[in-house]
């Protein structure tokens, strides 16, 4: 079947085409492009019109209250890079619009086989001409810098002159919204640095004003007919407007390829000769570059399809959610994976927890190269999370920021984001699954242990002893509704499963004799790792006797509940309608903070102690965040409680597809994408890998008569398949593999092997 998203015949609302702007957007992990109208929204329309580079940014001030050391005064933030979107046709000097004149057919498309978008429109002018237009997008996975839109007119009731206008603008503004804190300021941070016209191409090059970083964008068209074409360039504006204008006979059809090149001084050393290197190698090769996207394409889908059989639209929110994970991961260890991929400009491109917690799995378990590259990123900026950890007065080991890009912290209010010390927990987590999944010791030398023992190392300067238990006070969990407090149980439990990883990784150096040289270089003393293993001993993980639950924290079980039930509907999220301290001083959860633990960590707690616990947070959990609904489905099928799983699989699975959240028009919700993929993969199928392996608890939920997924283990490639009869699971190539399927090992001794349970 076809993995295509498509809408017809729509109401051409503000609403919608903000919404649109997002959901068809393209994007390659390098570089993203909203699915913005070509000729321009309709007048009072709010528009993000943006293109965005992975990791290229500017540093823009942040307001504080008071001026008190260490807190975040600029930040990073993501930048529209350039307009090359802009096409404009008039029809014997009618101009085509959506707002005026008559849409009389119109679509959008998603076509994630092809890897391309369409907007198809069929319009009838006010003076009565009738065209055809076609807008297919793209964003190319093998030429990274490069996008194109592909348009065609066709006069369908008249022949006569056709005007095309296409600019490239090199000087654009940050969306901004005065409302809402998750997106940024506004403004424009980018100043000419020269413009290159060559003939019938456009060079034209920015650079920021604080962070120094350079980039440069190229614009070159193909016509499939002869027309007259002109260039002008506007040093004011530092924009390129070229112009075609030909006769059209009815039924004929133009053809214009718009090619667009960007090239920044983060991976280029020359931008501008980048990109005139770039275009040379594209232009005139557009049906090539097609048939590159579809065989790229082919090769992702065939190694990380996720499959439901028995509700199509669960099918295609799923296929949709994945390709979203595609489009949004950075491939060259020099960026990673913003909140809102590189779709819109909400939290400004920043990086979070989200990455390695809900999108690393994915790439960990159906792409392992990209997932090392997602996990350089982290390495390449160490040395900033050990520059922060001085700054937050630990004298040893790295904390690595809440948000950042390129390393800094780019979080303005404490308490809910430098506070939330886990996500040192969270990269340990993502390192060590790497590991166990794919045995990639060359990393675990390199990097990965060291970033196992720079974060263990501040656990131990947070932590302190208190009768015979380690406990780590003053932090904030997952949960942004309860904030800066004393043995957060998540916290603890991630810092716990860190320090005994990072000696788990030392031992793993020792047997390959690369120990030594690596202690040496890194002053690990004599004892240190001992002190990890005693604090991961003693850590302590809270527990109510009367209640019978693991409290999310110290206090949280002394403060009164919440009534969610007499909350208005339109009072969600609580955090835009209520100040924090009123929200910090009663039970109320934004998401999953201590069920979140159970999710990850195998054995923690008797599975009646996580059910009371489950039950208890269920009523006291608001969803407002997106990273929620996919995590208790996730709980719930390790409870067994199927039905309840199912519910909040749906609820995760069309979050964006369906704006549930109000707030898709900002960009895609990617870690919720992620989310969906773990509540199918660790969910309902209930993989683990151990350090003895795979092994499988799988499901079959009842709507459903049927799932797959293939993943890879130890370069090995298997396919998981359950039905009405039953699972089984395949080797499709790499050597033997032994794995455990409801609760019974077996060995997959060669490719084509199939164990059946």
Known sequence: MARVYRIEN?????????????????????????????EGVPAGTDTMRGTYINGFYDIVPMKQAEKLYGLVEDKESMLNAADAQTIRFTLEGERFSMAEGRVLEIERALDMDAGTTLRRVVWRSS??????????????????????????????????????????????????????PRLGEGGCYLHPDGQVIDGDMSFLAARTGTSGLALC??????????????????????????????????????????????????????????SRREMARSRGRIDEVYRAQREYLARFWESAEVSISGNDGDDRSMQFNLYQLLQAAGRDGKCSIAAKGLSGEGYEGHYFWDTEMYMMPFFTLAMPNLARKLLGYRYAILDKARENARILGHKK?????????????????????????????DIAYAVAAYYLAT????????????????????????????????????????????????????????????????????????????????????????????????????????????????????????????????????????????????????????????????????????????????????????????????????????????????????????????????????GVHTANMGGCYMAVVQGFAGLRIGEDGPSLDPFLPEKWTGYRFRFQYRGSRLQFAMDKAGASVTLLEGSAVRLRLKGAWAVLDRPGAVVKG
Not at 229 to 243: G, L, S
Not at 398 to 424: K, M, N, V
Not at 477 to 502: F, S
Not at 567 to 579: G, K, R, S
Request: glycine share 8%; hydrophobic share 40%.
């Open 439 to 666: 045995g990639d010791l060359d990393y675990l030398k390199a990097q990965g242990a060291e970033i196992l023992l720079e974060t263990a190392r501040l656990w131990i300067d947070v932590g302190c002893w208190y009768k015979g238990n380690f406990r780590i006070n003053d932090v904030t969990g997952p949960d942004e509704y309860t904030c800066i407090v004393n043995n957060n149980y998540y916290t603890n439990a991630c810092a716990h499963y860190n320090l005994r990883w990072a000696v788990k990784a030392a031992e793993i150096l020792k047997t390959e004799g690369a120990f030594d040289a690596w202690a040496a270089r890194l002053n690990v003393a004599a004892g240190e790792l001992e002190g990890f293993t005693k604090a991961a001993d003693a850590m302590f993980l809270p527990y109510d006797e009367g209640v019978g639950i693991n409290p999310q924290d110290d206090s949280f079980l002394q403060k009164p509940v919440w009534d969610l039930a007499a909350t208005p509907a339109e009072n969600h999220p609580l955090l835009m309608h209520y100040h924090p301290l009123h929200l910090y001083r009663y039970q109320v959860c934004k998401q999953a903070d201590t069920v979140l633990a159970y999710c990850l960590f195998d054995g923690i707690e008797s599975p009646e102690v996580m059910r009371r616990s489950f039950e208890y947070y269920e009523k006291i959990t608001t969803h407002d965040s997106s990273l929620s609904n996919c995590i208790f489905s996730i709980a719930a099928c390790r409870l067994g409680l199927k039905d309840k799983a199912l519910s909040y699989f749906g609820d995760s699975l069309g979050l964006d597809l369906l704006n549930t959240h109000h707030n898709t028009k900002d």
């Open 10 to 38: 729509f109401p051409i609302t503000p609403a919608a085409i903000q919404v649109q702007e997002t959901l068809f957007h393209n994007a390659n992990g390098y570089l993203g492009v909203r699915g913005t109208l070509e």
């Open 217 to 274: 964008s190229g614009v070159a068209h193909d016509l499939s007919l002869p027309a007259d074409a002109r260039i002008a360039y506007d040093e004011a504006r530092h924009e390129a407007a070229f112009r075609f204008s030909l006769r059209l006979e009815q039924g004929q059809t133009l053809r214009l390829t718009k090619y667009a090149v960007f090239c920044d001084s983060i991976r280029e050393s020359d931008p501008l000769e980048a």
């Open 397 to 425: 080991g790295a904390l690595y920021p809440w948000r950042t890009i390129a390393g800094r912290e780019c979080g303005g209010y404490f308490p809910s984001g430098t506070a939330q010390y886990h996500i040192d927990g």
């Open 127 to 180: 003076g009565g001409r009738e065209a055809e237009f076609r807008f297919v997008r793209m964003a190319s996975f093998d030429w990274p810098s490069l996008f194109t839109i592909d348009c065609a007119v066709t006069p369908l009731n008249f022949s006569g002159k056709i005007e095309i206008e296409s600019t490239h603008c090199a000087l654009v503004r940050n969306y901004s919204s005065p409302d809402d």
